[in-house]
Nanobody, 128 residues
């Protein structure tokens, strides 16, 4: 059974950082792993993803997190991380890890409908 277990959420002050983890029950290099977020009453929106094609690994970011958030993968631990720097109050919401068992394009990675597996979600709060 495929499982994604997230950890690392919590409360941080504006300008601070958090490092979220997504531990997978499968070998992450063979999958695309992404992070999404969803505020109450809103649709789940794309944050970032890491995927691998024959040409190599690449990452995709939503414009509003470029330069602040970094996705990375530790293959030995089958874990994907989301390092969030310079956090803003508007980053407050629930973050979800998601995976699909294949490569995605730079456009496809942003489509939540392509992802087969989801974690339980983590609350992240940015507040002074």
């Amino acid at each position: 059974q495929v499982q994604l277990v997230e950890s690392g959420g919590g409360v941080v002050q504006p300008g601070g950082f958090l490092n979220l983890s997504c531990a997978a029950s499968f070998r992450t290099p063979s999958h695309t792993v992404g992070w999404f977020r969803q505020a109450p009453g809103q649709e789940r929106s794309f944050v970032t993803a890491i995927t691998k094609s024959v040409a190599g690994t690449f990452t995709v970011y939503a414009d509003y997190v470029k330069g602040r958030f970094t996705i990375s993968r530790e293959n030995a631990r089958n874990t994907v991380y989301l390092l969030m720097n310079n956090m803003k109050p508007e980053d407050t919401t629930i973050y979800y890890c998601a995976a699909l068992g294949e490569f995605c394009s730079r456009t496809g990675c942003r489509d939540r409908r392509l992802y087969n597996y989801w974690g339980q979600g983590l609350q992240v709060t940015v507040s002074s």
